[in-house]
């Protein structure tokens, strides 16, 4: 919240409802930890939004596993130069092009254990 108020985001604006329905998003895998921000954003915008209804317009519902591995495959197709020369020294650039791409989309976790297994596959 102090990232957000300095952000000049008119975080009084947000209500217990509205954290009520984050934390429901967030205990049903149907928002990652990482699109919080976005939505706390959002509904302090527009307070009259409830979470749900936040996360359906600003686009941060969690994608599901074949998405995710979809982004990340070609993450690392467009990036083949660079596993071949780097294996696994490239996965930090790639997580984080990674983690652009699925913005607030998947958690961390995920995207890492899947970029391993994918940086591997082509570079093994």
């Known amino acids: 919240m102090t990232e957000l108020r300095r952000d000049d985001v008119p975080v ?3 209500t217990d ?22 939505l706390l954003t959002a509904l ?4 009259d939004l409830s979470a749900q209804e936040a996360t359906e317009q600003e686009g941060l ?7 995710v591995r979809e982004e990340i495959s070609a993450v690392v197709e467009r990036n083949a130069d660079q596993v071949a020369e780097e294996g696994m020294g490239a996965f930090s650039a ?12 998947a958690d ?3 995207v890492s254990d899947v970029l391993r297994e994918e940086i591997q ?4």
């Open 108 to 110: 961390g976790d995920v």
């Open 44 to 47: 302090a915008e527009q307070p």
């Open 94 to 105: 790639l997580m984080g092009e990674c983690m652009g791409e699925l913005r607030g989309k």
């Open 12 to 14: 009084e604006n947000l």
């Open 61 to 67: 519902g969690s994608a599901g596993e074949d998405e």
């Open 17 to 38: 409802e509205q954290f009520r329905g984050l934390f429901a998003l967030l205990t049903d895998g149907e928002l990652a930890k990482e699109g919080v921000p976005d």
């Open 121 to 124: 596959k082509r570079a093994g």
